[in-house]
């Protein structure tokens, strides 16, 4: 059984209206994973996705920088461990969790941290922030998803580029290229998160979870058979629900359709 790392380098807070927040905690490392951190991380998702008062999780990291990748010092025992393990793998929980995840990236966001900013659903970056694809540099074979979700992002040709000269990609840029939601100012960044997590929260909880489920896997199939999968869950959602539920529903639309017909006024 993986040990927890010494210290409290993988840091869990969650308020009362439904956000947590996941901090990566080592600032003096640049927030570089150890195995025992990796754990951890792993852990932390798992036991948000169970935790019902979660709604949306905001993952962060401490300092100046997102996440610097795996610290290179225990890099054996890191790439020759069970890397099948899913239960000691963060960026398998974070695909996993049924929570929507917003990924909150300033500084570095390097070759491992740069995979676990792609597990997530909706990416925040400050300014300076920098996405860095460091495989091809030292020779290390991607594991956590870089080389199938990038190009499937922002497209091959840029994937390409991105990963085979090792070049750092701004946020502005990452930005133009549909990989990150919105760039602020580095003071406005958790703010910024907050702001997208707090909209999440205003919505359906149940619908919340199965929309997101849908979007990701659909990505995972053609078009063709991703409207299928859609039309499946949708008659699968309708027909699970009770005539109460569905006079709820009408009651709610009706009363938001009079509130904005009022504010018009």
Request: charged residues 30%; contains cysteine; hydrophobic residues 40%.
């Amino acid at each position: 059984m993986e040990k927890s790392s010494p210290e409290n380098l993988i840091v869990v807070k969650k308020d009362a209206d439904g956000i947590a927040y996941v901090t990566i905690n080592r600032p003096k490392s640049l927030n570089s994973l150890t195995k025992p951190m990796m754990s951890d991380l792993a852990r932390a998702f798992k036991s948000l996705d169970a935790d019902e008062s979660v709604g949306v999780i905001i993952l962060s990291g401490s300092g100046r920088s997102f996440c610097s990748g795996v610290d290179l010092t225990s890099a054996e025992d890191v790439f020759k461990g069970d890397v099948k393990d899913v239960e000691t793998d963060p960026v398998a929980q974070m695909e996993r969790c049924r929570k929507p995840i917003i990924g909150a990236i300033s500084g570095f966001a390097i070759t491992a941290g740069f995979e676990i900013s792609l597990a997530c659903d909706i990416l925040v970056a400050s300014k300076d922030a920098k996405f860095i694809d460091t495989h091809a540099r030292f020779g290390i074979f991607p594991s956590w998803g870089l080389s199938q979700k990038l190009s499937r992002i922002i497209g091959p040709n840029k994937a390409r580029e991105v990963s085979l000269t090792a070049s750092p990609l701004t946020a502005e840029k990452a930005e133009r290229w549909g990989l990150v939601n919105h760039v602020v100012e580095g003071g406005e960044l958790l703010k910024k998160a907050r702001e997208v997590a707090e909209a999440i929260m205003k919505n359906n909880r149940d619908l919340v979870l199965r929309y997101k489920a849908v979007i990701n896997d659909g990505c995972k199939l053609d078009l063709h058979h991703a409207l299928l999968l859609e039309k499946e869950r949708a008659h699968e959602y309708y027909n699970g629900m009770t005539k109460e539920q569905f006079k709820k529903m009408q009651e709610f639309i009706a009363g938001r359709s009079s509130k904005k017909s009022t504010s018009k006024l």
